[in-house]
């Protein structure tokens, strides 16, 4: 037991615990903008798969909102048949980097800014696959009579979009899109196999060079149970408040306009 | 984009084909295994969540609420560094298998769970008035019912497990993204990112898009007949209170 006093005596630095709060920092960074980021995407690309169509009385029209939809329907399946580790891989080697950004910032080094950017642009590219099927269960759930009413009220088509029929998709998957804030907060520890940013790589870093500070010299079995159960409590604790948030809303009876 | 127009590349891609089949082939077995071990943790806890008795529930949602809030790489971590520090090595692929099998265990116990709440309370109480036991009332009356709930989201599952083989990346496994990898950076080998990602891509594409896409046509398919199933109803009770 002497072992596990030298590993808990690991948390007791403070220079170890700011270390592991600025992975935690940037876990939720990423995870919010990729989410954010992903709304954005995913909404434009939920609305072309649902409503880029025409009849072909019109054949330019029609070749022009299918090629859109296709392309809509492409991205979306391909990203969400495919890992997010190989869309970080193939970011790290073909997305471009603005070389202007590659200063030194957030105690990062130039290195690793371009990592963290790559890697987040994996990320939103992924995760605005995802949302953008949720956008569109969100879309469907809004009956089609608010279109005909709508339409019958004078509004075009981009009116009755954004003042009608988004605002309550948008209300009905709040709670969908807070369990993806989970989901993302979970992924965004795939970035752990290209940088040492984000928590579970920092957490990670940390194991290998326990040895340094639990004062035996090696690293032990208790190292890994001290750190990796540290870093599960934070993942458990950010994440179950965000489920218990996301339960409170589902509990609540829907405010329907019918 | 270099290299994805280069015949020099694709032939390299060639050459090292068994690269790639022996990836996914391990990518697959172990889905299949950890499958096998997701489905029976997923069985039973999820019958324990619908057992209606305190201990059990509170066992299975812990169970459920631990997995599902911390990230499937920390808990590979744990698995692999928890054994290797104690001098007791697994080996990359049990491990892979058992920390998949346990993640994706506690989703398998929610959609069974939700199966389970999803059939009419009616149904409990008639087999049980019937004299049936719980293994009976559960064979006979329930589960048959609630597996047209349940497969569709398990498809998916089904379809994360194998995305979620590149996991292993991290203990380096042997898995398909991971021999990608090695392939691409490898001394003799390297350089071919462009054609190597495509293929690793396509292969994960045809596995995973013919089950994903069964998953959503079933679900509507589903959706639409309990539609049909609550108008009918609907209309037959309007009409008797019509008739009357």
Redesign the interface.
Known sequence: MSTLGGSLSILKNTDILFYIFKGIIFTLILSVVAVGCGLVIGSVLALVRNYSRSDFSNPLKWVVTTFFRTLSIAYI??F???????WI??CL??FPFPEAMAHRMFGLTSVEVKLLFKAAAALILFTSSVIAEIVRGGLNSVPSGQFEAGHSQGFNTVQIMLYIILPQAFRNIIPTLLSQV?TT???S??L??IAVIEL?SR??TL?NLAYKYNGTGT???S???VL??F??LI??II??TL?IVVRRIQNKPKVRVV | MDGLFSVEAWEKVWIFRETFLLGITNTLKMAFFALLISLILGIIFGLMATSGKKILEVISRVYVELIQNTPLILQLCFVYYGFAFSGRSLGILVTGFLALGVYHGAYMAEVIRAGIGAIHEGQFEAADSQGFTYVQKMGYIILPQSIKIILPPMVNQVVNLIKNTSCLYIIGGSDLISNTYSFVTGASTGGAYGPAYLVCGLIFFIVCFPLSTLASIWENSLKKRDMRTITVEATIVTEGTVGK
């Open positions: 399946e391909t969400r048949n495919t890992p997010l580790l190989l891989f193939v080697v073909f989970i907060i979970k992924d520890s795939y752990a196999n579970m957490v990670k194991l690293v032990n079995v190292d890994v149970f990796l159960g870093a599960a993942y458990f994440n179950f489920s």
